[in-house]
């Protein structure tokens, strides 16, 4: 099995900043992709950014050049550096990875729980 795990998530003022992090862990042979999405209330689940494994990002328009995405490939784990934080960006952020288990060589799509990233004054 695999598991993916978010952790980062707080309330923050505007113009702040802050850090997500999401490990995968269980029987992983290879990750192709990972990334961040959101979800606001009432709206559809987005894309933020995603990194692949030889290091190649993408991000939604609403984000570049305020988030970044990097990732430890060693320890497979992605993270999401957000600044110039906007009540805009307030959002259930959910990790995704493209990734093949151990014995199987199709890779297929896993999700962690989300974290509540909150932006407020």
């Known amino acids: 099995q695999v598991q993916l795990v978010e952790s980062g998530g707080v309330l923050v003022q505007p113009g702040g900043s802050l850090r997500l992090s999401c490990a995968a862990s269980?029987?992983?042979?290879?990750?192709?992709?990972m990334g961040w999405y959101r979800q606001a209330p009432g709206k559809q689940r987005e894309l933020v950014a995603t990194?692949?494994?030889?290091?190649?990002?993408d991000y939604a328009d609403s984000v570049k050049g305020r988030f970044t995405i990097s990732a430890d490939n060693a320890k497979n784990t992605v993270y999401l550096e957000m600044n110039s934080l906007k009540p805009e960006d307030t959002a259930v952020y959910y990790c995704?990875?493209?990734?093949?288990?151990?014995?199987?060589?199709?890779?297929?799509?896993?999700w962690g729980q989300g974290t509540q990233v909150t932006i407020s004054s």
């Open positions: 269980g029987s992983i042979f290879s990750i192709a992709v």
């Open positions: 990194i692949t494994s030889d290091g190649s990002t």
């Open positions: 995704k990875s493209q990734l093949a288990m151990k014995g199987w060589s199709s890779f297929r799509n896993y």
